[in-house]
């Protein structure tokens, strides 16, 4: 009995079980391969089921059923540009915590995490290159950047947008996405409505087009601003679009809103946006409203040339 305990106790504390002793090398079938990838599958936020990560990469990040998944700049640039080229415009470094905002963590410690996470400066990239064929300005919000909020940077970056736009005489073009406003900035982000307001009165002085392709999420003081002051408004299927979110609205007016509120179709419907456009058909769609409006810019300004 003893040397049975002993044999017990022996062979615990060495960890083997049954199936190491019958079979030795089922732990090394079973083992970890280091060349397989992390991630290898991704998780439908609407069914549950495991898609394969190349499959969705290959579908431009858009599920089976249809679902837009949210995604960076980079990838955004990629689809949007011809041949998946552009130049990168960096934008103007901004004051960081200028109210040296603390809540549970420091505002300096949110953004080191974000930048870790998303490998950007700030919200907003800028990159510069052509869509079908038509030279264009590209502004992109990066949700998964503190939720694409508006703050100084982001504000800095849609006016140096702006800017580069009017210097290479080329349409911008902004993708939204965005809680709304950085609260950790409080009325130094409010501000950054006014400003981008008015770098879009300027292009619009420059008879420059101006258009806005709404994602999802966009909301907040993005929507009170320029994500609404396009001369067209093109949005992705689904996207939800609004000041407030829906439940905030229930809430206050106490009454159940309208099925598919705020998402993209339902504003067409009412006349808050020009169109729903699929991914994988917005650099055509894009390409074709840049060059109609900007013929008609050079059409217009050609009485003015030869009246000089």
Known sequence: ???????????????SGWLARFAPGVRNLVKKNPDTPENLWVKDPDTGQLLYRADLEAAQWVTPGGR??????????????????????PAPPAPEDPLQFSDDKPYPDRLAA????TGAQDAVSIGYGKIRATAAVVMVQDFAFMGGSL????????????????????????????????????ALSLMQMARTTLAIERLRAAHLP??????????GGVTAS????????????NALIGFAGPRVIEQTIRETLPPGFQRS?????????DRVVARRDLPEVLGQVLSMLMSGRDRAAAPETAAR
């Open 226 to 237: 320029y994500a609404m002051l396009g001369d067209i408004h093109l949005a992705e299927p």
């Open 68 to 89: 837009h998944m949210r995604i960076g700049s980079e990838l955004r640039f990629r689809y949007t540009f011809d041949d998946g080229v552009w130049e990168a415009i």
């Open 1 to 15: 009995m003893a040397d049975r305990e002993e044999t017990g106790r022996g062979g615990k504390g060495r960890g």
């Open 151 to 186: 703050g100084m940077a982001a504000g800095e970056g849609f006016v140096a947008a702006a800017e580069a736009a009017l210097a290479r005489q080329a349409p911008l073009v902004a993708f939204t996405a965005a809680g709304g406003a950085r609260m950790q900035e409080g």
């Open 210 to 219: 101006y258009v806005v392709v709404l994602t999802d999420p966009t909301t």
């Open 265 to 273: 179709e339902y504003l067409v419907e009412k006349g808050m946006v």
């Open 114 to 117: 974000a930048r870790r996470s």
